[in-house]
Each structure stands twice: as C-alpha cells, then as structure tokens.
C-alpha cells in the first residue's frame, strides 16, 4: 500500500505565502516524478507544477515565478513553497507521484487527499 499525504494548507491574505508537503510512504521502491495539481470549484484540475527524480522542474504559466517546488528523495516527500498568492490561487491542492513498488514493477500513479488552499482578497 502507498499513501500521499498533504499537509500546510490554510486560509491566507492575497500577497502573502503558504508551503505545502506532501509526503509518500507504504512500499516505494522509486519515486519518478512528483508532482501538485489543484481543482478550483467548479473547474477542472488543473497541472500547477512537476519535478523529476533528478530534480528537473517546469510550471504552470498562471504560477510561475510565485510557485518554487522542491523534493526531498530521503524523505520521500514533495513541497509547493507558494508566494505572492492571489485570490485566483484559491483551490484544493493534490500531489500526485509516478512510483515503483517494487524493482522491475511497472509504475503507476499515485494521489494524496488534497489539502484546502483560500486566499482572501
């Protein structure tokens, strides 16, 4: 069994920040790419923002330059840290992994419970 838990979310002021981490534990042979998607109400989720296991990182245009993601392979864990937040950054934020669970298993995706991001303007 693998789990994804999401942690740091908040009620947070426009302009202001918010770290999230997201932390994988069960049976993981290898994490490939860890990644945090966010659902708005009544909208799609949507990509925000993707590292690899070699720590290569790409973003969302709509976060880029606010939006820093980082992992700790040790740890197994994944961090969003969020700044100059804006009202339109107001979603349930969900971290996603591409994993092994055991060698020469095949990967497969993961996805944690999300955690509730709001910013007031």
């Known amino acids: 069994q693998v789990q994804l838990v999401e942690s740091g979310g908040g009620l947070v002021q426009a302009g202001g920040s918010l770290r999230l981490s997201c932390a994988a534990s069960?049976?993981?042979?290898?994490?490939?790419?860890r990644g945090w998607y966010r659902q708005a109400p009544g909208k799609q989720r949507e990509w925000v923002a993707t590292?690899?296991?070699?720590?290569?990182?790409s973003y969302a245009d709509s976060v880029k330059g606010r939006f820093t993601i980082s992992r700790d392979n040790a740890m197994n864990t994944v961090y969003l840290q969020m700044n100059s937040l804006k009202p339109e950054d107001t979603a349930v934020y969900y971290c996603?992994?591409?994993?092994?669970?055991?060698?020469?298993?095949?990967?497969?995706?993961?996805w944690g419970q999300g955690t509730q991001v709001t910013v007031s303007s």
């Open positions: 590292i690899t296991n070699g720590g290569s990182t």
């Open positions: 069960g049976s993981i042979f290898s994490i490939n790419v």
């Open positions: 996603n992994a591409d994993l092994q669970q055991r060698a020469g298993m095949r990967s497969r995706n993961y």
